[in-house]
């Protein structure tokens, strides 16, 4: 499990994506939580990974601590946490992983009616779906 506590930016896609392709799952968080918030959705989704940018990595630290969060990943270098830029120059084979589209893709965590965030349990098959469906839209709109 992969939590992503960053903006909108196009390694966040990259590195989604590849995560899941890689047979991880992905679980976003609001790039403005504080500290607290954040923990809560790190133990919620149960992230063994975190990435973030440079300017969040000291409240993703302070909420990765005490949780199952034990590898930090930065865009961009920084003091304890991977770069993740480096981990994109690899060399190592890609993986190959057989991919069950009922299995979990995503673990995205929504602010409902009341509450707390609660998470939502999305599958490859759910995310394809949800992109034949926004096809069918365009192509009917056109």
Not at 109 to 124: D, E, R
Not at 129 to 135: E, L, Y
């Amino acid at each position: 499990m992969l939590l992503i506590f960053a903006p909108n930016c196009p390694e966040w896609a990259i590195l989604a994506l590849g995560a899941m392709a890689a047979g991880g799952v992905v679980s976003s968080a609001n790039a403005g939580y504080a500290a607290a918030e954040l923990a809560r959705q790190l133990q919620v989704s149960g992230a063994r990974f975190a990435l973030t940018i440079p300017p969040f990595l000291n409240v993703l630290r302070e909420a990765a601590a005490g949780t199952g969060c034990t590898t930090l990943l930065c865009l961009g270098p920084a003091d304890g946490a991977i770069d993740a830029f480096e981990l994109l120059r690899g060399d190592d084979p890609e993986p190959a992983p057989p991919i069950d589209p009922r299995s979990l893709a995503a673990l995205p965590c929504s602010s409902g009616t009341s509450g707390l965030p609660k998470a939502v349990m999305l599958t490859h098959a759910n995310l394809v779906a949800n992109v034949v469906q926004f096809n069918a839209a365009v192509e009917h709109r056109v």
